[in-house]
């Protein structure tokens, strides 16, 4: 099998020759920007620059010499478009690693800290002296009275928070004539320049967005006491998100494989909310989405990246129309992977829980690491529905040795 047929072949729960490795093929399966420069060096690749492709993270471009060496069967999307020099300018990480960053992208630096803008120069994020990652500072409605919302500029309003507001490599381009065009050469042109699986990042955030819009502690607690808003605002985004899925997916519908939506529900102890406000506020807009996605490109599968403990989340999720999770976060409560196959094995894959990047890729000797990988492994061989991914992205901290070796041990297994 070539790497498209294999991810395919185990999203189907098929038998792949061999388990499917994804590395940097979504934002949350990625390296930092920091830690890949390090990797590099340890690889004795020295050519290439470092490309910083998602900013708020500062996650680095997979170059493909990196792909081949550790068997990676995926591609993103994004990698498609921003090709020429000039789309691109010079930055310096917080360890002092020189890189390039988008050019739309506007940051200014006052003191010793950095600040990512929208167009209109309002601060978005924030990055501390001596931080790693952007945080969000700009809540564009967090002031409104969110009972009597009717979200008339919902649309307007999402371009000035952090998530929504700051481009990325395709995210750039607007859906209109002359955008999606651009998004169908560059979507086209690379499905014709790999045999790899590309996933296409989407997004669709029903839970999410409206945190970054009020501010989570505010729209937990509308939750709770507005609900009649809260589900005025899920038809809203959902109207929004189905409006421009029909007109991405027309653009990259045929050259992608995968789809890529997001919405965290889980934490390390148990889920965010009550799988009861899970199934009232959010399922049937989910379900009204992939069922629509699976009408406009039915051979592309649907995968949401959820963290953390969301286990009591995965039989409706199925239900609404869900391919494929990720990140598996074997940590959090629940979320052991043996049991996670037991209970939905041929239901939905899992994508991820590959290795623990919290307990085990930092810290673990290197023994003790390649235990757990081929552990991991050896639960999920032989049954399809299973990519092989680390716990979420690798962070700046994670010593190149040991990304080697997981993967290492990930291509003798295989």
Not at 7 to 24: E, H
Not at 331 to 336: G, Q
Not at 339 to 354: D, E, M, P, Q, V
Request: aromatic share 10%; proline share 5%.
């Amino acid at each position: 099998m070539n790497s498209r047929e294999r991810v395919r072949a185990s999203l189907n729960f098929g038998q792949p020759d061999k388990i499917p490795v994804d590395f940097g093929g979504h934002r949350s399966s990625g390296i930092s920007a920091i830690a890949y420069a390090r990797l590099k060096e340890s690889l004795g690749i020295a050519s290439g620059d470092i490309y910083v492709y998602d900013m708020i993270q500062q996650l680095a471009i997979i170059e493909k010499p990196v792909l081949d060496r550790f068997g990676v069967d995926t591609l993103e999307l994004g990698r498609a478009y921003l090709l020429e020099d000039h789309a691109w300018k010079s930055w310096v990480l917080p360890d002092g690693t020189p890189c390039k960053i988008p050019a739309m992208v506007q940051v200014e630096q006052k003191g010793g800290d950095w600040y990512l803008l929208s167009e209109s120069g309002v601060p978005l994020g924030v990055q501390k002296k001596g931080c790693l990652y952007f945080e969000q500072v700009h809540f564009p409605m967090a002031d409104r009275d969110f009972s009597g919302q009717d979200f008339g500029d919902l649309e307007e309003q999402m371009k000035q928070n952090l998530w929504c507001a700051v481009p990325g490599p395709g995210s750039h381009l607007e859906l209109n004539v002359a955008g999606l065009r651009m998004l169908a050469e560059g979507a086209k042109k690379l499905r014709e320049s790999t045999d790899r699986a590309i996933i296409g990042l989407f997004g669709g955030n029903l839970f999410e967005t409206p945190q970054s819009l009020f501010g989570m502690d505010r729209y937990l607690a509308y939750m709770a006491l507005y609900p009649e808003a809260v589900i005025r605002l899920s038809e809203k985004l959902c109207e929004i998100h189905c409006r421009d899925m029909e007109k991405w997916l027309g653009a990259v519908g045929p050259y992608i494989d995968v789809m890529l939506f997001g919405d965290d529900l889980g934490s390390n102890q148990g889920p965010l909310i009550d799988p009861g406000m899970y199934r009232h506020y959010y399922k049937p807009y989910h379900k009204k989405m992939w069922n629509l996605a699976k009408q406009l490109a039915p051979h592309v599968k649907i995968l949401l990246h959820s963290c953390g403990s969301i286990e009591p989340f995965l039989e409706d999720l199925i239900e609404a129309g869900l391919d494929a999770v990720n990140p598996v976060q074997i940590s959090a409560m629940r979320m052991d992977l043996q049991a996670l196959k037991s209970r939905y094995g041929g239901r939905i894959t899992l994508w991820g829980g590959g290795c623990d990047t919290r307990t085990m890729l930092g810290d673990a000797s290197p023994g003790k690491l390649e235990e757990h990988v081929r552990r991991q492994l050896q639960i999920m061989k032989g049954s399809g529905g299973f990519v092989f991914q680390a716990v979420h992205n690798i962070l700046a901290d994670i010593p190149p040795e040991n990304i080697i070796r997981m993967f290492d041990t990930v291509l003798e297994y295989r």
